[in-house]
């Protein structure tokens, strides 16, 4: 299954979930996009801990920098065009 047809089927099943979850949650929606990253096993926990601090970091760097940040520093190259929606 390519990354591409996995996040779609993610974003699809937990979308459902979601909106199980009662009336909070009846206007939920995944953004458009998405990035992927690999993460080899030394960095799990690193990673691990990204994500439960996510919203408090994200309040300090907006996810579109942060982004841009890790695209620069993997010399990915990448259009703005292309990226946000």
């Known amino acids: 299954m390519s990354q591409a047809n996995w996040v779609k089927e993610l974003k699809r099943v937990s979308n459902s979930w979601w909106k199980e979850q009662g009336r909070d949650y009846a206007d939920f929606e995944w953004q458009g996009g998405y990035a992927d990253f690999s993460v080899s096993q030394s960095n ?42």
Do not use: A, M, N
């Not at 996810?63 to 990915?76: A, S």
């Open 44 to 85: 799990l926990e690193l990673v691990k801990q990204y994500i439960i601090g996510q919203e408090e970091h994200h309040r300090k760097l907006c996810f579109q920098d942060e982004l841009r940040t890790l695209l620069r520093k993997h010399e990915i190259e990448w259009d703005e065009k292309y990226v946000w929606e």
